[in-house]
């Protein structure tokens, strides 16, 4: 199923009435009201703009602050939002040129029936759609999900997840631009998600709209809900308002995951520390499993009941421990050996204690590789990555004819 989300701005009601129940008529189309006049939206409205597929708006192209917001607004647009004007039919050609420089894509005559507009609608929706599906033709015949789980919280999951999703884009060239892999970073930590902060990305409504309606994410939807940094990296943090949990219906995650797959070469999930029952359809799709502990007696103990629970049901999982903030030791000490012989495995990565990189990344809001590079904390990391690429190859990419 494919779905689009429409945003319709206009303070008189019975436009709003009018077009807005036509716009219901669009198969997979969720229509959001706002009842305020173009020229009133503050930022947080213009940013709410952006996270919809579609937004339309009434407008008078003579007022010069309508213009100025129109601009505003469109400037805000985040990947492939459409921006549609309702004006007078009457419009002079120069005053609908006035609006296609402020950023509209169209203009839409009114009053015209309702069923006009929702078909013009319906023709953006479908154009848009097959822009997205021809970006990602054949792009990937089968990411690969790794997902990252902390033993404890504090342990350093989310920063590890975050910069193993930056070193997987494998960027090369000159001054490191070109990205050889498609990347994704997922905050599947719908509640105290901070994957956000760390790339300095503002929170996103998208999987909150998830949890709160009841449809299955698809390409349009993902490449509308996630940002894109100029690293090429693509992030879907989670939301800043409160979403509970167990909102999110398994059959969502599994669709948003399966989604993600064809999308992007790795996918990374930052996952959150509660084992909620959409774990599992995370973990059916799951490459590789990271779970990141210390050598504590505590965090050493949780790793093991993690594993143990996501072992039981997926027996197969490939799971891999890394020791967080402390460097290899040129030999295992007592308590090392005794925690690989509780977590029955060897300790392949150790990445080092590094307080100043871990802050200097967390206050710039970017990557270790764009503040840190050289730091031990990147080092470790990115071991982690070339170790990762080197044991999942990802898929061979069908060319596009
Ligand atoms: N290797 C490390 N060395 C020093 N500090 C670290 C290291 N890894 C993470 N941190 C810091 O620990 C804190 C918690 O990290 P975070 O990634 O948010 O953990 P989690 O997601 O497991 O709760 C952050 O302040 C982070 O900068
Ligand atoms: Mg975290």
Sequence with gaps: MSTSSILLISSDESLSSDVGHALDEIDGARVNRQAMNIGQMNGAAVGLAADHDIVIFATDPSNAAELSAIEVLTDRRAGDTVYLAL?????????ARALTRAGVDDVLPYPSSGNEIAEQVGQWIARKRAAIEERYAGASTGGKLIAVQQARGGIGATTIAVNLADMLLNRRGTFRKEASNRVVVVDLDLQFGTVGDFLDVDEQEGLLQLAAENFLPDTNWVEQSLVRLPSGLAVLAAPQRFAPLDALQPAQVE???????????????????????WIEPVLVETDRLYIITDMTVPSVRAARRLMDFVLADNTALPVEMIVNREKKPMMLREHH?????????????????????????????????????????????????????AQLPKDAAVVAG
């Design 87 to 95: 004006t007078d039919a009457d419009l002079p050609l120069s005053k």
């Design 255 to 277: 669709s948003l995951i399966a989604t993600l797959k064809t999308m992007f070469d790795y996918v990374v999930v930052d996952l959150p520390r509660a084992l909620v029952g």
């Design 337 to 389: 050996r005794e925690a690989a012989k509780a977590l029955d495995t060897t300790f392949n990565h150790w990445i080092a204690d590094d307080p100043k990189a871990a802050r200097m990344a967390i206050d710039y809001g970017k990557p270790l590789s764009d503040v840190a590079a050289r730091s031990d904390l990147a080092k470790g990391i990115s071991a982690l990555a070339r170790a990762t690429l």
